[in-house]
T-cell receptor
Framework: GAGVSQSPSNKVTEKGKDVELRCDPI?????LYWYRQRLGQGLEFLIY????????KSGLPSDRFSAERTGESVSTLTIQRTQQEDSAVYLC????????????FGQGTRLTVV | QQPVQSPQAVILREGEDAVINCSSS?????VHWYRQKHGEAPVFLMI?????EQKGHDKISASFNEKKQQSSLYLTASQLSYSGTYFC??????????FGTGTRLKVLA
């Protein structure tokens, strides 16, 4: 596609439910990043992928969070047993080469846990 | 460790200049600058690589001092469209983009 696509754009879920957030990066981009942005706050690093591998998962807030990437393309961020503190915008970005080229961001998924 | 940006917020009149600083506690390989408008995704402005280079386009430029582990973004003759939150993104050679604390900039007519 022309840009990074994220779905859904908005998700309201009940506390305790599991959610899956999807990211379709720009075709050919090997690096993919997930960030969390709470209201009025900065970008909190969660995880990045180089190809299908995730060399650094240290940003994941808890073991309720997991992510995978397949076919060096689509990535899914899963949050299990959601809590109200998980409410935020989850942003995905992709770039052609890690650290050496610009990252293109998707429009994000706004997650609200009620 | 999240890079620290200063100032946290700044208000300008159209035509005025501003400098936004980004300081890291780690050695940096590259620094990226992004601008995010309210309710939108961050948009790339420029990247600076290790080597102390300076870059710019239009009236926005940036410098990177790898020894001091700092980068600065310079906005000259600011326009209303410059309003937004500016983030520096840093990479210490591990390909892990960490974004700074952010600087809110508002340009008034």
């Amino acid at each position: 596609g022309a840009g990074v696509s994220q779905s859904p754009s908005n998700k309201v879920t009940e506390k305790g439910k599991d959610v899956e957030l999807r990211c379709d990066p720009i075709s050919g981009h090997t690096a993919l990043y997930w960030y969390r942005q709470r209201l009025g706050q900065g970008l909190e690093f969660l995880i990045y992928f180089q190809g299908n591998s995730a060399p650094d998962k240290s940003g994941l807030p808890s073991d309720r969070f997991s992510a995978e990437r397949t076919g060096e393309s689509v990535s899914t961020l899963t949050i299990q047993r959601t809590q109200q503190e998980d409410s935020a915008v989850y942003l995905c970005a992709s770039s052609g080469r890690t650290g050496l080229s610009e990252a293109f961001f998707g429009q994000g998924t706004r997650l609200t846990v009620v | 460790q999240q890079p620290v940006q200063s100032p946290q917020a700044v208000i300008l009149r159209e035509g005025e200049d501003a400098v936004i600083n980004c300081s890291s506690s780690k050695a940096l390989y590259s620094v990226h600058w992004y601008r995010q408008k309210h309710g939108e995704a961050p948009v790339f402005l420029m990247i600076l690589l290790k080597g102390g280079e300076q870059k710019g386009h239009d009236k926005i430029s940036a410098s990177f001092n790898e020894k001091k582990q700092q980068s600065s973004l310079y906005l000259t003759a600011s326009q209303l469209s410059y309003s937004g939150t500016y983030f520096c993104g840093t990479d210490s050679g591990t390909y892990k983009y960490i974004f700074g604390t952010g600087t809110r900039l508002k340009v008034l007519a």
